[in-house]
């Protein structure tokens, strides 16, 4: 199993960005994806999660309204739209796959490599 984000970096206080997590090597129907973030010195933290149809998403309540998860399952992809970004928000940016509704990292089987998201003036 590989996952592979992309679409960090730089960007202004108040900006949009859009990371993408790409999944290959098995089938993953059924499976919650998830994402997760770590800034220096923190632990890792949950941002937010989908189901396999798409019917349900979770997020925490510091993204909630900003962020919004999308999957597109025939590509295996899932996304992560980052709008009215903040300092705060400053982290790399993790995805996770998982059988079950889980916000914790431990409950998580598969991991990305990370991608860096920088908020900043």
């Known amino acids: 199993v590989q996952l592979v984000e992309s679409g960090g970096g730089l960007v202004q206080p108040g900006g949009s960005l859009r990371l993408s997590c790409a999944a290959s090597?098995?089938?993953?129907?059924?499976?919650?994806m998830g994402w997760f973030r770590q800034a220096p010195g923190k632990e890792r933290e949950f941002v937010g999660l989908?189901?396999?149809?798409?019917?349900?998403?979770y997020y925490a309540g510091s993204v909630k309204g900003r962020f919004t998860i999308s999957r597109d399952n025939a590509k295996n992809t899932m996304f992560l739209q980052m709008d009215s970004l903040k300092p705060e928000d400053t982290a790399v940016y993790y995805c996770?796959?998982?059988?079950?509704?889980?916000?914790?990292?431990?409950?998580?089987?598969?991991w990305g490599q990370g991608t860096q998201v920088t908020v900043s003036s």
């Open positions: 996770a796959i998982n059988g079950r509704f889980a916000t914790t990292p431990r409950e998580y089987d598969y």
């Open positions: 090597g098995r089938t993953f129907r059924d499976y919650f």
């Open positions: 989908i189901n396999w149809s798409s019917s349900l998403t």
